[in-house]
Each structure stands twice: as C-alpha cells, then as structure tokens.
C-alpha cells in the first residue's frame, strides 16, 4: 500500500536517506549566512574606525602646538627690533664695553603679544654691521670727530673700547659670539629679559675680541649692529 510522505515546512528537519546519509537541516547554513553578513560589515567597520582616529590624528596635529619665528636687528645697547608681522619682538642690551679679554653678555628681552604663555628656544645673536663712530683721540665715546664724521645710517649702539677713533679693517669676523642655550617662558602679554627671569649671566649670550692682538687697534671705537632670531611656541 502507498503512502504519502508529509509535507514539510521551511524549517523542518529534512529526513536522511535510507543508506545512513546524515540529514541536513536548514538551521545548520543560517550561521553560514551569518558569518558572511559579519566578514563583510567588519571590514567596513574597521573603515570608518580608521577615518575617526586619522581625523583626531590631524585635529590634534593642528591644535596642539604653535610654531612661531621672530627676527629683529638693532645697535648693541638698547637695540630695537623689527618683529615678523606674526612673530614676537626680540631685543637685547649689551651691557658693558667689549674690551681685550672681557665678554660682553647681552640682556636679552622677549616680548610675548599671545594668549597664552611663550616658549623661547633657539635664541641666536649675530652681528650685521660694524659703524666707525668717528671719536677723536681723548674724547669720551659718542662724541663725533669733526673731520671724520659719523658713518651714515650708524645705529648707537655698544662702542667697542671707546675713547678713541677706530682703525680701517675691523669687521664682524674680529668678533665672536657665544650663543645661549636657556630656555625662556614669557607669560600671557608680558615683556621679560634674561636678568628679570633670573637666567644666571653665564647662559647669556656673549659677545668678546675675536684677536686680542689685532682687533683692539683695528676695532677701537666701533659700533656693532646685531640681528637677534628666536623660535618658540604658544601652550
């Protein structure tokens, strides 16, 4: 006698064949299904994961810190300096005469125009120009000779062993700079010199007779222009 074999529903365990065949059941590919759906949507979240932190990457790259640069150049004392449009003013005082065997320090001031403190490195000095003065044998430093005259566009500034005319031939190179390694913070919207920041006068920088043989005669006199550049960051 026949029989009808029952009808199944989607879902049902389809039975296994008579020689032993294990019965599949359509539960067993739902986690195949599954795990496609995972191995495609995981790449795409490791994506937008990625996206996310190279944007806070930047943001921060951006926001963190900001690289400042400033220059200025003036005469040894009361030297003046002509900031970058964005920078800060760098300027200095030599604060006495360079003379054989003694160092001139130079008071260096910064003036901090931010919103938030200055970090000063780099502080560099250098000699941009060397004036004869025109002072006359036995008169004090500053008063021009009236057959020399003072050189034109001449700064005031630190005159080199003054009293008496200087020789021809000096230059920057009868001169050397020591250069300072101190690091400087400058407050919000302040002004501070090395002396102020209690910067012990050893770390300043210095300026002294390269030839304690040549340089007093060829230099005597003189006045010396100095560019001043410094690199700091606003935090």
């Not at 990457?57 to 040894?76: E, M, R, V, Y």
């Amino acid at each position: 006698m026949s029989s009808t074999a029952p009808s199944s529903e989607p879902g049902d365990p389809v039975v296994g064949a008579a020689d032993g065949t294990p019965s599949v059941t359509d539960t067993a590919t739902a986690p195949r299904r599954r795990r496609r759906v995972v191995a495609v949507a995981l790449p795409l979240l490791i994506v937008v994961v990625l996206v996310w932190l190279a944007s806070c990457a930047a943001l921060s790259l951006t926001s963190s810190k900001q690289p400042i640069g400033a220059g200025g150049s003036g005469g040894g004392r009361a030297v003046s300096s002509d900031a970058f449009a964005a920078g800060f003013s760098v300027t200095g005082d030599v604060t006495v005469e360079i003379r054989p065997g003694v160092d001139a320090p130079i008071d260096v001031r910064v003036e901090n125009p931010y919103s938030g403190a200055l970090r000063v490195s780099g502080v560099r000095v250098e000699i941009t120009g060397v004036q004869t003065t025109g002072v006359a044998p036995g008169v004090g430093a500053g008063a021009p000779d009236p057959d020399a005259g003072a050189s034109a566009g001449a700064t005031p500034g630190t005159a080199v062993d003054g009293g008496r005319a200087s020789a021809s031939g000096c230059s920057a190179a009868d001169f050397t700079v020591v250069q300072s390694t101190a690091g400087l913070r400058i407050p919000e919207g302040e002004t501070r010199s090395l002396s102020q920041l209690d910067v012990p006068v050893a770390d300043w920088p210095r300026i002294a007779l390269a030839s304690a043989e040549r340089a007093p005669d060829a230099c005597r006199g003189v006045t010396l222009t100095l560019a001043f550049r410094a690199d700091g960051e606003v935090r």
